[in-house]
Nanobody, 129 residues
Framework: QVQLVESGGGLVQAGGSLRLSCAASGRTFSSYAMGWFRQAPGKERDFVAAVTWNGGSTHYADSVKGRFTISRDNAKNTVYLQMNSLKPEDTAVYYC??????????????????????WGQGTQVTVSS
């Protein structure tokens, strides 16, 4: 059974940092892109960041560029999201996900939620002003 488990969320003041982790189990995802998305109350789930299967390329939403960094450790089947200079508008539930295409994933597809096959349960990030 495939499981993605996020951790590292919490309450932080504006300007602070958090590091989210997403550990996958049940199968290896080293040949698939992985992404982070977030969903604020009453809003749609939005793309945050993605990393290609080998870690060679990363992509970010404009709202987090320069503040967030996505990385992965295929030996640990884990993806990370380092979040710095957090803002109140970053408050949301953060989800990790595994892309559905083996190795090949266009930048457009990396940003689209329907392209992802497996999702975690989410971790809450709250940034106070």
């Amino acid at each position: 059974q495939v499981q993605l488990v996020e951790s590292g969320g919490g309450l932080v003041q504006a300007g602070g940092s958090l590091r989210l982790s997403c550990a996958a189990s049940g199968r290896t995802f080293s040949s698939y892109a992985m992404g982070w998305f977030r969903q604020a109350p009453g809003k749609e789930r939005d793309f945050v960041a993605a990393v290609t299967w080998n870690g060679g390329s990363t992509h970010y939403a404009d709202s987090v560029k320069g503040r967030f960094t996505i990385s992965r450790d295929n030996a640990k089947n884990t993806v990370y999201l380092q979040m710095n200079s957090l803002k109140p508008e970053d408050t949301a539930v953060y989800y990790c996900a595994v892309h559905g295409k083996f190795r090949i994933a266009t930048m457009t597809s990396l940003m689209r939620t329907p392209e992802y096959n497996y999702w975690g349960q989410g971790t809450q990030v709250t940034v106070s002003s």
